[in-house]
């Protein structure tokens, strides 16, 4: 092709085209056609080449983002998975459980027959690894756990082996259908603290994609908090504590995460099909003996909340003056916090797969 092209040019150069005026405007053509066909087909492989590079860097880091090195795309997590942040959160566990009333499935629940659970944005694999106990794990009873999360960092190990139970832990993202093995298995599916991680547009497929796990007579209990998750329980809110809970309101509602999931998800559950279903709204003001576990946990989630809340408001632009800011105020707020009685509420949605 390029040999027609160049010699059509030096026909044209060596005017032996000059001949006929006709000719010449007929090779005049006939290079064009050709020089745009070069150029057509150079186009052509040079979108080729990009489209196989471009689909060689989406596996590639897709495998990353299953190893846990770096997440995936359009990920709005308002907290992070530093080692101090996984201590965190298996830190906050027992409290949560005492908070619902102390045990991790919730009493509406029968838990007889229940052998395969599912623990769905697992994080630590806290969750899970409580049930061996509470479900009363042995050989005979032997229990088969699943942890799936969008990220692997949090992960303490990736199996677990025993004569009482095995429990896996791999990278899923909730917002995509399961494989194939897990769907119709689980006779429990729990969710706990979605509500910084997930957008609002994001809480439908991903019911579905959880409805699909559940054997027909299995239960959901997704365990979750809203944007007034803490208080006080003063008569006139706390102005410190509000403009804090303003800070990390807003930065929900512009990275589009749902401000009031609990009632978004109750509605999900029975609009996917889920029976009986139900919400309760559990708070520490009636529990004397969660008060200060209430101060603890409202002074470290704050720590964990605010320095991408102040990066989602736009109210700094970069990170490690959100946390000088946070340390800050956080610092402020232990001081305050002895002073009001903080008030921490959690929802559990329970709903059950009908059985036929
Ligand atoms: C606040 S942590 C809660 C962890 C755990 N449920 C607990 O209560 O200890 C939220 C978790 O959701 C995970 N997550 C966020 N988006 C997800 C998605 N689309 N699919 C699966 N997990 C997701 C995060 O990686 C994080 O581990």
């Known amino acids: 092709m390029a040999y027609a092209v160049a010699s059509h040019v030096e026909n044209v150069r060596d005017g032996q085209g000059a001949i006929s005026g006709n000719r010449s405007r007929g090779r005049g053509h006939e290079v064009y056609r050709s020089l745009a066909q070069v150029y057509i087909h150079s186009v052509m492989m040079v979108s080729f080449v990009l489209t196989l590079l471009l689909s060689l860097w989406r596996r590639f880091r897709k495998t990353l983002v299953r190893m846990g090195l770096v997440f995936p795309d359009e990920e709005v997590y308002l907290l992070n998975r530093s080692p101090k942040e996984s201590a965190r959160l298996n830190a906050q566990h027992d409290f949560l459980v005492n908070l619902i009333g102390g045990r991790p499935i919730h009493p509406a629940i029968p838990t007889e027959d229940i052998t395969d659970v599912a623990d769905i944005a697992t994080g630590t694999g806290i969750w899970l690894m409580s049930l061996a106990a509470a479900l009363n794990a042995s050989p005979t009873n032997r229990l088969y756990l699943h942890g799936f999360d969008i990220s692997a960092t949090q992960y303490p190990f990736s199996k677990d082996i025993s004569p009482s139970h095995e429990l896996h832990l791999s990278v899923h993202d909730m917002r995509h259908r399961f494989l194939p093995e897990h769907r119709g298995r689980y006779d429990l599916i729990h969710l706990r ?98 008060h200060d576990a209430a101060r603890g946990w409202l002074v470290q989630v704050l720590r964990s909340l605010l320095p991408k809340s102040m990066l989602g408001t736009g109210e700094v632009t970069e990170e490690s003056v959100a946390i000088e800011r946070t340390e800050r105020l956080v610092g402020e707020l232990e001081s305050h916090c002895q002073n009001v009685l903080p008030v921490v509420n959690l929802h559990v949605v329970v709903g059950r797969k009908p059985l036929s």
């Open 193 to 290: 603290l979605l509500v910084g991680a997930l957008k609002e547009e994001d809480y439908a497929r991903s019911m579905r994609n959880i409805y699909e796990l559940l054997k027909p007579g299995g239960y959901l209990q997704w365990d979750d908090c809203d944007t007034t998750a803490f208080s006080t329980a003063e008569s006139s809110p706390d102005p410190f504590i509000r403009r804090m809970q303003e800070t990390v309101a807003s930065a929900a509602v512009n990275l589009g995460l749902c401000p009031t999931a609990p009632l978004l998800i109750e509605k999900l559950a029975t609009m996917v099909g889920f029976e009986d279903v139900t919400r309760q709204s559990y708070n520490t003001i009636d529990k004397p003996h969660l």
